[in-house]
């Protein structure tokens, strides 16, 4: 069996010139980053055009540790809308470097369904990623500064500052650190720590801002921390805000790319679902609905969490309203939420599958919330039975929902078509179906209790000591009213990341709050879920390596 990058090694790579062609979008508008890649400037945004195209949302069950292939069946789906005559934009997220050189080894999709050239993709792209991270650190820079300053002190008191720095890397040992040791010349000693880059919080701004100007004004809108006498100090107190959004003046134009047959791909931003909203920029998805008839694009993790942000958080900003989404499901995620251990996932169990089952049926009662009825699509994996697939589309009848079995990793475009069928007959019966799950006027703890009780299927939420006063004093600063972002485990629908299957009777533990004022929303932080992630025992970055010649092997 070929590995992913000897497949994308075989394809002969179009023009990124000719792509944008295809588009509609001249050579003289694109910002070109090589013969294979190039930038979209802002200007090429139609708003009369957005309302008309078709946007599908993929989203997934809860996964198993590797994931099971959202991207790959996302690109898949994008290559089987154009086999059947439908002009079609798929729009994803920015591999981070840290599950590609963790767990993942690359994140551009899969087999005969990716995004091309994978390597550039999966490693430092067009540099967004990096801007995102400068910028922040510029702020976190430009804070510890400030507190040194004689001249320009606000007055900040260190210890209400939770702004930490950030790197584009899994590295536990950076979680909660101690700087400004050495004596006065070396700064004033303090509590911090690292989260990664796709955690942070102008990663989100940058995929919530509609343009570079509300770009500023959203990071100059970032909270630092209460004076001493009290007062809330903000990102532009520290006249951070334009600095900080010219690092990002190219980081903000969402990048083209092609599938593996030569489709048009935008990729733009990089947050995580389980601590970040888990979308691409709101920019990202409207380029592609402004020069495509259908635009598939993808959420981070399970419905809960991914689908759940879309819905609430970026589709509320950016006034996106779905038509269809497509649930991914894997035989083996489903008997792995069955009882079976990682390493037996491959052998056949009927049993194991039934029970998993449920897994499968609360996230189609998820996506139901939003006044959607989902597609599910059965991403086919070899190890697979005729009776496991034959299971789970009995399972579908009885949910009443539409299933494809989808072999995208195989067959590219060609392995989609039926899911591709299904999903133009379910967008095309659903103009207006969306929902959103609550109104931004809702209290924090009705936001919060609405998700964990219909989402999670949690019976209670529970606040701690330091959430409660989070709560409190995101209410006096005038932020109540915002949207909320949970952090929680993508390896449960609960909080507690040993739950399998479909938990009942737990208690959502939120531990404390965060604000993202710039972003705009609030993070309750549940559970013991961490924003910065460690390496795996055997990481990814044991087996990629480059020759003499400059060739990558090991990204798959």
Known sequence: MKSDINIAHEIKIKPI?????????????????????????????????IGKAKLILVTAITPTPAGEGKTTTSIGLTQGLNRIGKKTTVVLREPSLGPVFGIKGGATGGGYSQVLPMEDINLHFTGDISAVE???????????????????????????????????????????????????????????????????????TLCLA????????????????????GKPIFARDLKAHGAMATLMKDAIMPNLVQTIEGNPAIIHGGPFANIAQGTNSIIATKMGLSFSDYVVTEAGFASELGAEKFFNIKSQYGGLS???????????????????????LNTPNLEALKSGLENLEKHVE?????????????????????????????????????????????????????????????????????????????TLEEKINEIATK???????????????????????????????????????????????????????IREIQLASGAGFVIPIAGTIMRMPGLPEEPSAELIDIDKDGNISGLF
């Open 455 to 509: 989402m999670y299927g949690a019976d209670h939420v529970e606040y701690s000591v330091q959430a409660k006063v989070d709560i409190t004093k995101i209410n006096e600063l005038g932020f109540g009213n915002l949207p909320v972002c949970i952090a929680k485990t993508q390896k449960s629908l609960s909080d507690d990341q040993y739950r399998k299957g479909r938990p009942k009777g737990f208690t959502v533990k």
């Open 134 to 204: 400068k910028a922040h650190n510029l702020l976190s820079a430009l804070i510890d500064n400030n507190i040194q300053s004689t001249k320009h002190n606000l007055g900040l008191d260190p210890r209400t500052i939770r702004w930490k720095r950030v790197m584009d890397m899994n590295e536990r040992s950076l979680r909660d650190i101690i700087i400004g040791l050495g004596g006065p010349k070396q700064g004033v000693p303090r509590e911090t720590g690292f989260d990664i880059t796709a955690a942070s919080e102008v990663m989100a």
């Open 210 to 229: 509609k343009d570079l100007e509300d770009l500023k004004n959203k990071l100059g809108n970032i909270f630092i921390g209460f004076t001493y006498d």
């Open 366 to 442: 998820n996506i139901r919330f939003y006044g959607i009825s989902p597609v599910i699509a059965i991403n086919k994996f070899s190890t697979d039975t005729p009776e496991e697939i034959e299971l789970i589309k009995a399972k579908a009848a009885e949910l009443n929902v539409k299933v494809s079995l989808v072999e995208s990793w195989e067959k590219g475009g060609e392995g989609a078509i039926e899911l591709a069928e299904m999903v133009v007959e379910a967008a095309n019966s659903c103009a207006t179906c969306f929902k959103p799950l609550y109104d931004f006027n809702w």
């Open 322 to 344: 779905t038509n269809a989404v497509v649930l991914v499901a894997t035989i083996r995620a489903l008997k792995y939420h069955g009882g079976v251990k990682l390493k037996e």
């Open 17 to 49: 010139v000719q792509i944008a062609k295809e588009l509609g979008i001249e050579e003289d508008d694109l910002q070109l980053y090589g013969k294979f890649k190039a930038k979209l400037p802002l200007k090429l945004i139609n708003e009369e055009k």
